[in-house]
Structure formats: structure tokens, C-alpha cells
């Protein structure tokens, strides 16, 4: 069975392209364009992996990591975040909301394919 990654970005070209690279790898793909929307979409739904960013309007992604940790059928649930942000405070923050991993924009989607699987849950 195909795992499920939830994919947060307001960008729609971005959130196209990391769609593109994790189907190609065989994932299910759930695609939302801010933290509220997020957290619409995955209510009562089991979600493998979330790859959130940092900077959206409505929630931004660490209130949003934040509030994904507050529920418990998505309290382990591994979140990557993918950022323009590369300031070590930043990255703190999302480390302490209780982000996993922390890859840059412009990204190599084999990098970020890595991360994923390394991290995705059984």
C-alpha cells in the first residue's frame, strides 16, 4: 500500500513539483496551500509524512507543525520542512515545534526524496 505525504506549500508550482518527484518514488500524494488547509485535509486521514513551508499566509508552517503535534493521530507523524529560510534560529524553532528535518529552497528533488525516505513511517 502506497504511503500518503501531505504536501503544504503556497506555492502551486512547488507543491506540482514535489507531487511530481514523490508519485514518480510511488507515494500518495495530498496536496494544501496553508496550515489551515492542512489541517482540513487530514482530519481522520493516516498521513505518512507531512513536508510543510515555513512562510504561508493563514498559519504558517511552524504554528502549523505545532498544531499537527496537539493532535494524537498525528502526533508522530515526521515533518520536513522545505524552506527558503536558512537561518539557524529559524530552523531552532521548527526543531523545537517538533520538525524532524529542515531541507532548503532551491532543492534537488533526490535530496529531498532521500529525507523522505529515511523518515516516512512503516
Request: aromatic content about 4%.
Given at each position: ?29 495530498i ?70 528535518a ?21
Amino acid at each position: 500500500m502506497a504511503k500518503t505525504i501531505l504536501v503544504v506549500d503556497d506555492s502551486s508550482s512547488l507543491r506540482q513539483v514535489v507531487g511530481i518527484a514523490l508519485k514518480g518514488a510511488g507515494y500518495d500524494v495530498i496536496e494544501a496551500c496553508d496550515g489551515k488547509d492542512a489541517l482540513g485535509k487530514i482530519t481522520g486521514q493516516k498521513v505518512h509524512l507531512i513536508i510543510s513551508d515555513v512562510n504561508m499566509p493563514n498559519m504558517d508552517g511552524i504554528t502549523f507543525v505545532k498544531e499537527v503535534k496537539k493532535i494524537a493521530e498525528h502526533k508522530f507523524v515526521p515533518i520536513i520542512m522545505l524552506t527558503t529560510e536558512s537561518q539557524e534560529a529559524k530552523k531552532q524553532e521548527g526543531q523545537a515545534a517538533g520538525a524532524k528535518a529542515w531541507v532548503v529552497k532551491p532543492f534537488q528533488p533526490a535530496q529531498m526524496l532521500t529525507a523522505v525516505s529515511k523518515l516516512v513511517m512503516p
